[in-house]
């Protein structure tokens, strides 16, 4: 299963853009990129999902380059609701449909 | 996408005891799955529940521990048996369609 690095956490703004970049090294060919977010005492949301290039949905971005080695997860003017903790994850090809959760990164949006 | 629900939300039980959590999913999913939280810590996938057959366990989880049961495509459970203190955690299901989706978790505490 790929494993992913991303940062532990991350300070910002209210109306500020928020960047969290996830590096995926040894993705495989047909594995998705997938990012949710979780809140306390709640079960991950599901935010957004690529395999290349740019998604974009009405909450993220999701920008992938060429080499699929990293992503970036891109909050367009977070609120203090964004607060929360945000995982990346890869999966979807060799290892089917089981995904890895790593560390996640805590996001903080300060008034 | 999939809206999933998890009964009970949470409990308080005794060491030695066994608890089954359920899980209902409001369409026919073909893959569900089942993970556990530690308090402040990342998912770590438990099984993945197949629909007709067993369970296919990670590395560290065993049936005897962690039986789980999938009689159709829209509804499982998962026990926790024999418990002591160090299960105390929250235990979440997921379901695939095109992508993952979570329900809420049930937050088990064991004295």
């Known amino acids: ?111 | 996408s999939a809206v999933i629900s998890q009964k009970p939300s949470r409990d308080i039980c005794q060491r030695g005891t066994s608890l089954t959590i359920q899980c209902q999913v409001d369409s026919q999913v073909t893959m569900m799955f089942w993970y556990r939280q530690q308090p402040g810590q990342s998912l770590t996938l438990i099984a993945t529940a197949n629909q007709g057959s067993e369970a296919t366990y990670e590395s560290g989880f065993v049936i005897d521990k962690f039986p789980i049961s999938r009689p159709n495509l829209t509804f499982s459970t998962l026990t926790v048996s024999n418990m002591s203190p160090e299960d105390s955690s929250i235990y979440l299901c997921s379901a695939q369609e095109n992508t993952q989706y979570f329900g809420p978790g049930t937050r088990l505490t064991v004295l």
């Open chain 1, 1 to 111: 299963l790929a494993k992913t690095t991303q940062p532990i956490s991350m300070d910002s703004y209210e109306g500020q853009e928020v960047n969290i970049t996830c590096s995926h090294n040894n993705i495989a060919t047909n594995d998705y990129i997938t990012w949710y977010q979780q809140f306390p005492s709640q079960g991950p949301r599901f935010i957004i999902q690529g395999y290349k290039t740019k998604v974009t949905n009405e909450v993220a971005s999701l920008f992938i380059p060429a080499d699929r080695k990293s992503s970036t997860l891109s909050l367009p003017r977070v609120s203090l609701s964004d607060t929360a903790v945000y995982y990346c994850l890869v999966g979807g090809g060799a290892a089917g449909n089981k995904l890895t959760f790593g560390g996640g990164t805590r996001v903080l949006v300060k008034p």
